[in-house]
């Protein structure tokens, strides 16, 4: 029932910042918590971070002291800012949101965008 799509990706040199956007939309919704995740080729998807309803943030430790998430339950959107970027963040990212229906939480994925960094 929800539709998620990030978007924001693109090519970025060492050490430059790169925002990505995230947008859940579909019928009017419970979102719990929404997070962001990464996967490169042959390797697991990971996290990157999340947040809650509450405004409560968790961060992996690839990307720690690098990312800040953030969200706006007033457009159901959740943001990514990168900062101090290498090539080692080249990766798929993948939006996460998780939907509260009474008492089931219900999670779903966007398609992912393209991060590549290089000199």
């Known amino acids: 029932q929800v539709q998620v799509a990030e978007s924001g990706g693109g090519l970025v040199q060492p050490g430059g910042s790169l925002r990505l956007s995230c947008a859940a939309s579909g019928s009017r919704v419970n979102i719990g918590i929404m997070g962001w995740y990464r996967q490169a080729p042959g390797k697991q998807r990971e996290l990157v971070a999340t947040?809650?309803?509450?405004?409560?943030?968790d961060y992996g430790d690839s990307m720690k002291g690098r990312s800040a998430i953030s969200r706006d339950d007033a457009t159901n959107m959740v943001y990514l800012q990168m900062n101090s970027l290498k090539p080692a963040d080249t990766a798929v990212y993948f939006c996460?949101?998780?939907?509260?229906?009474?008492?089931?939480?219900?999670?779903?994925w966007g398609q992912g965008t393209q991060v590549t960094v290089s000199s």
């Open positions: 947040i809650s309803d509450r405004g409560r943030t």
């Open positions: 996460n949101v998780n939907e509260w229906m009474g008492a089931s939480l219900r999670t779903y």
